[in-house]
């Protein structure tokens, strides 16, 4: 993933601990528009994104990861969600 920090957002995802919810999230947000890039580190259990879009993004990312079964207890840098 590229190194931009205007829109980088990095969220905990503690559910997360195989390939299958990496590619399970990576694709839930490849949907999500705005979202443009997303990656999984399951090691960590923390989804790296940027976002291009306005407000609301950050939601609707969450609400996709959640929308897969996965709980998204906080965001990190106390972003709204």
Same mark, same amino acid.
């Given at each position: 993933m590229s190194d931009s920090p205007a829109g980088a957002v990095? *969220?905990? /995802?503690? +559910? *997360?601990?195989? =390939?299958?919810c990496k590619r399970a999230i990576e694709g839930a947000l490849s949907g999500v528009d705005g979202?443009? !890039?997303a990656e999984v580190d399951v090691e960590a259990r923390i989804v790296r994104m940027?976002? +291009? &879009? &306005? +407000? =609301?993004?950050? $939601? %609707? $990312? /969450? %609400? %996709? *990861? !959640? $929308?897969? &079964?996965? !709980?998204?207890? $906080?965001v990190a840098g106390g972003a709204q969600r």
């Open positions: 990095q *969220i905990s /995802v503690p +559910d *997360i601990s195989c =390939g299958h979202v443009a !890039e940027r976002l +291009d &879009g &306005g +407000d =609301g993004v950050l $939601a %609707a $990312a /969450v %609400a %996709a *990861i !959640e $929308a897969q &079964g996965y !709980e998204v207890p $906080a």
